[in-house]
């Protein structure tokens, strides 16, 4: 995994999206078109706003979604789906997105998005870190070992606090338990991975993603395994490296 770190968390999102970009035009000039897998939070700000300016053919590209609250509306102010629609889709269309469904029975939508990701080898991952230092919205200790494309996850109370704090939801009674989301062998298996990681209070989860153990513990680390991986930083979010 490479680390690049950036003085400011805009910077931050140029050169990963960029580099991004750059990875999304490879491989529609070596077969003609690209899948990728985009992520959502306020850590994906940033580089979302670059992406959508770069100079790609977005009708070439299909994009999978990476995760979402189960029980919410698309409306609602903190549903993934509308922070996509609004930050990406509606920018870069035409484009095939596939979108994880929080309102179906999650368990048939598990199964639906697994047979369609199945089908397709995904060029470059657009990812985050959470404060527990969770991938996608597999919280520790996550399950490496599942074949599963995508899961039914409870989420802990730290994730819970954190999408609070960002200002998704008024209280933590009001952040949903469960979601859906990638499984970590599904995002392991893009080609690349892009992760986008600003703020301070980011910092004690890069610390441990970087130099802690590989471990379910620590979801993020296993990206240190992927010989494809980039972790672009800010100065906040490096600020406890060794």
């Keep these: 995994m490479e680390i690049i770190i950036s ?10 999206a960029r580099m991004g970009g750059e990875l999304v035009r490879k ?19 940033e580089m979302l706003k670059v992406l959508v300016k770069e100079d790609i053919d977005w009708s070439l590209v299909r994009a999978f979604h990476l995760d979402e609250y189960i029980g919410i509306s698309e409306l609602h102010p903190a549903s993934f789906r509308k922070y996509l629609k609004e930050r990406f889709v509606d ?13 179906s029975d999650p368990y048939e939508e598990c199964v639906r998005l697994g047979k369609l990701i199945s089908k397709h080898a995904i060029d470059v991952a657009f990812v985050g870190i959470g404060e527990n230092s969770h991938l996608a919205f ?11 494309a995508y899961l039914v996850v409870t989420l802990d109370e ?6 609070m704090g960002e ?9 949903p338990e469960k979601a859906i989301s990638m499984s970590i062998k599904q995002i392991m298996k893009s080609k690349a991975i892009i ?5 301070l209070r980011k910092a004690e989860a890069v610390k441990k993603t970087v130099e ?7 979801p993020a680390s296993i990206m240190r395994q992927h010989e494809a991986a980039w972790l672009y930083l800010d100065h906040d979010s490096a600020s406890m490296l060794e």
């Design 7 to 16: 003085d400011t968390k805009q910077v931050l999102g140029k050169k990963a």
């Design 27 to 45: 491989a529609i000039l070596e077969r003609g078109y690209a899948n990728i897998i985009v992520a959502t939070g306020a850590s994906q700000f």
């Design 91 to 103: 920018i870069v269309s035409p484009l095939e997105f596939i979108y994880v469904n929080g309102e």
């Design 138 to 148: 597999n919280d520790p200790p996550a399950d490496f070992e599942t074949e599963e």
């Design 158 to 163: 730290d994730c819970r606090r954190q999408q």
């Design 167 to 175: 200002g998704w939801f008024p209280t933590l009674n009001d952040v």
């Design 195 to 199: 992760c986008s990681v600003p703020d």
């Design 212 to 218: 802690g153990s590989i471990s379910p513990a620590i």
